[in-house]
Structures are given as structure tokens and as C-alpha cells.
């Protein structure tokens, strides 16, 4: 089965993930937080840094609930999340 590529907006969506689950987790240890989660450190770490942009609703759940956060507040910050505007793009274009 072949995947079907993501789009740039997956992977800024997939981006910004990262970036809040790296904000709720501040200085605790990787390690100690993927344990509580029941995910590997691994994985937790490729979810930070945008390298899984879309992991299973159940692994963002799970870390969701050790880092104390709101399932409907992620869920709200991701759909913010805008379209990447390509480098170079012209203003004129995104008018179109």
C-alpha cells in the first residue's frame, strides 16, 4: 500500500503539534514523559521535532493526559493552523 504524500498544511499542523506538546513537556525529561505515556522516547521525540506529523489519536490522547492538556484545546490550535506560504510566493498570488 502506497501512502499518499502530506500536504504542507499536514506538516505544519504536524509542526506546530510538536511545538505545543514540547511547550507542556518544558524541562520535565523525554524519557519520563513518553513512559507515563506508554509511547517510546523514540517517538516522542519525532513527534517534537515534526518528523511524525501525524501520529495515531491515540499516542497525542495519551500524552495529552500525562501533560495535563485539553484534547479540545489541541484540537482548536491545530485548526489554526494556516497554509504555508511558499518561499518566494508573491502577495498577489495568495490573492487569487
Known sequence: ???TPLTPLERERG??????LREARGNR???E??????????TLRKIETGR????AFATIAALAA???LSLDALAASLAA???PIPVGA????RAA
Not at 514523559?33 to 523514540?42: K, N, R
Open 15 to 20: 509542526r506546530h503539534l510538536g511545538r505545543l
Open 81 to 83: 493552523v494556516a497554509e
Open 52 to 55: 511524525a506529523p501525524t501520529p
Open 90 to 93: 508573491d502577495t498577489a498570488d
Open 33 to 42: 514523559i513518553a513512559a507515563a505515556a506508554g509511547v517510546s522516547a523514540e
Open 1 to 3: 500500500m502506497v501512502r
Open 66 to 68: 500525562v501533560l495535563d
Open 29 to 31: 525529561p523525554m524519557p
